[in-house]
């Protein structure tokens, strides 16, 4: 018997999951997930829309698991310019959403 757990390298997020429609430097923000998620703390991920776009860089600094939900706070540490968030959506579309 085992609970399934999924471990997320990136935060991808929709605004009904906590994505502000326009994310600033140094602000945090709430996020909530359905689903078991875990998630490394203190560390830069890529911060992406629902539509796989990458916003920037945020760093998760908690988060709590239930069976049903994941909920956790993260601050954005970069925003993206326009040609470094499409180096890294040419990435994201190449290697997993194409």
Avoid: C, H
């Avoid at 990136?10 to 994310?23: H, I, M, N, Y």
């Amino acid at each position: 018997m085992g609970q399934p757990v999924e471990m997320n390298t990136v935060l991808k997020l929709s605004p009904e999951q906590g994505l502000p429609a326009a994310p600033e430097e140094g602000s945090s923000y709430a996020f909530a997930k359905r689903g078991a998620r875990l998630y490394p703390l203190g560390v830069p991920v890529e911060l992406i829309g629902p539509d796989w776009k990458t916003i920037g860089k945020a760093v998760i600094d908690e988060f709590t698991v239930s069976l049903a939900e994941t909920r956790g706070r993260f601050r954005v540490v970069q925003r993206f310019t326009p040609e470094q968030a499409e180096a890294f959506n040419r990435v994201w579309r190449a290697d997993w959403v194409d």
